[in-house]
């Protein structure tokens, strides 16, 4: 979540897509436990679900570049300003997910319960109390295994301490200065895919024997691995070797492309019409690139774990062009009735703490719910509920005391 200074004024359709996203997420996390433990038929339910919801992170950076570019504070400033807010709910919820496995297991859970339910991705999963302590000393240098979502949060750092430098450019640049920038931040999505398209050429008698060197040397054989691929530096590109894993398009990279995106598009004036010609289509499209790409990568019997999120991946060209498209969509947005103006303008406050918290109480709703509903119903009801009661715990308790805004989030 983008921490947004309170004397900014309101603005309806940011707070739509505040909820919309975090929506999303939830429901993201809602499908973990099916994602990583449930059946064929199952998993197939969660390709169509889980596609629909990975513009979640990009829509969150791109309403923080939305909201904030360009900076007036330069690096101390912003420390100051945003980093300091992280820190004190960045430490409590990781220490509130170091001990929850624990407590879990003292309150008579089954482990094997709070391994498939609660922490799916979790390896090993420890539930002593000495592991607490190991595990929140641990998140200094990285997330923690129960508190996944707090990826983020380093991510955010980073984002708002490159926005200084970012900031004066983007003041004097011109629009097609800008989206020349963007253009070359999707050349760095599509290279996500340069391994697939490798995979398809070596398959072919005049792409195996043009690319025989490249597999060699890079590959170590004339086939590719896809279980190893994390990024595309996994399969060397513009320069990148051994000794260099930045490739020439490295600096254009990752999710301050996401920032530009939603910097440039907030500025974008389209009728409605115009809007659905634009917006329905970037949505439908990439969710079936989406979609589609991750039935076909799941159905492949060597589909390892790295690879089962593949089109899952958040900097990629379907997954931009879904989330373009809903920014674009959500931004018709402007009106909202006096109590949902009211509930939008309230999770602006609380929306960091509410995304900290949400995964417990999204992943125990699952756990109430599992068995009894079909697994739409029981994806959409987890991440609603959960959603729900994270958002009316964090808001109340921020309303008791001042000093739980500022531990919360």
């Not at 002593?128 to 380093?154: G, H």
């Not at 792409?207 to 170590?220: I, P």
């Not at 602006?348 to 119903?377: D, Q, R, S």
């Amino acid at each position: 979540m983008a921490v947004v200074a309170e004397k900014k004024p309101f603005v309806v359709w940011m707070g739509w897509l505040r909820l919309f996203a975090l929506l999303l997420v939830c429901v993201c996390h809602a499908c973990d436990p099916l994602s990583a433990f449930g059946t064929p038929a199952e998993k197939t339910w969660i390709a169509w679900i889980g596609s629909a919801a990975r513009p979640c992170v990009p829509l969150f950076v791109m309403l923080t570049g939305a909201l904030l570019l360009p900076v007036n504070e330069g690096f101390g400033g912003m420390c100051r300003r945003r980093v300091s807010r992280l820190v004190w709910p960045f430490l409590l919820w990781t220490a509130v997910y170091a001990a929850l496995p624990w407590l879990l297991a003292t309150c008579g859970v089954a482990v094997e319960m709070i391994q498939r339910v609660f922490f799916p991705f979790a390896a090993p999963l420890h539930t002593d109390a000495p592991s607490i302590v190991r595990t929140f000393f641990l998140s200094l240098f990285q997330f923690n295994q129960y508190a996944v979502q707090l990826w983020y949060i380093y991510l955010l750092v980073g984002l708002y301490l490159f926005m200084p430098i970012l900031s004066p450019w983007l003041r004097t640049a011109t629009l097609r200065a800008k989206v020349a920038f963007l253009g070359l931040w999707g050349a760095t999505l599509a290279l996500h895919y340069w391994p697939l398209l490798l995979e398809a050429l070596l398959g072919t008698s005049w792409g195996a024997t043009f690319f025989a060197d490249y597999a060699t040397r890079f590959l170590g054989g004339s086939t590719v691995n896809l279980a190893a691929t994390t990024s595309w530096d996994a399969f060397p590109l513009l320069g990148q070797c051994d000794w260099n894993t930045f490739g020439g398009l490295y600096m254009f990279a990752g999710f301050v492309g996401y920032l530009v995106l939603g910097h440039v598009l907030r500025e974008v004036r389209l009728s409605l019409g115009r809007t659905l010609t634009i917006g329905v289509p970037l949505v439908v499209v990439g969710y079936a690139i989406v979609a589609l790409g991750t039935h076909w990568m799941w159905a492949r019997p060597e589909c390892t774990a790295k690879m089962f999120e593949y089109f899952w991946w958040y900097c990629s060209i379907p997954v931009a062009m879904m989330s373009a498209g809903i920014f674009l969509l959500v931004k018709q947005l402007n009106w909202a009735p006096r109590p949902v103006l009211f509930l939008l303008k309230d999770l602006t406050k609380c929306g960091l703490g509410v995304f900290c918290a949400h995964y417990v109480f999204v992943t125990g709703t699952y756990y109430l719910l599992n068995g009894l509903l079909p697994i739409p119903l029981l994806v959409a009801c987890s991440a609603v509920i959960g959603l729900a009661v994270a958002w009316t715990l964090v808001s109340l308790l921020e309303r008791i005391h001042p000093l739980a805004r500022r531990l919360l989030g």
